[in-house]
């Protein structure tokens, strides 16, 4: 089994920056792909960013590429999310994922583990 655990979230003016963090413990070995997905009241959540874990090639949403940028450090079994110029309509509960099986993935449905999620709130 697998367990994450993201932390980071908060309240941010919009223009500012956060950093995301997801803890990965229990067997890590048998991750291939991890990601961030965001869910808003009412709406489904939707993908965000995802990242090899072997190789850190990573993807984007077209909504947050060129100012969040994920990246992990296998050797602390730790994903991040830095986000830069933040937008009110970034605010959203912001979920870790991740999947064993190969190839990239923006389905959340192919995704095996999840987090409990962190609340980010951007004021405009």
């Known amino acids: 089994q697998v367990q994450l655990v993201e932390s980071g979230g908060g309240l941010v003016q919009a223009g500012g920056s956060l950093r995301l963090s997801c803890a990965v413990s229990?067997?890590?070995?048998?991750?291939?792909?991890m990601g961030w997905f965001r869910q808003t009241p009412g709406k489904e959540r939707e993908f965000v960013a995802a990242?090899?874990?072997?190789?850190?090639?990573?993807y984007y949403a077209d909504s947050v590429k060129g100012r969040f940028t994920i990246s992990r450090d296998n050797a602390k079994n730790t994903m991040y999310l830095q986000m830069n110029s933040l937008k009110s309509e970034d605010t959203a509960v912001y979920y870790c994922a991740a999947k064993r099986a190969w190839g990239t993935s923006v389905a959340e449905n192919e995704y095996n583990y999840w987090g409990q999620g962190t609340q980010v709130t951007v004021s405009s």
């Open positions: 229990g067997r890590t070995s048998s991750i291939a792909h």
């Open positions: 990242i090899t874990r072997s190789s850190g090639n990573s």
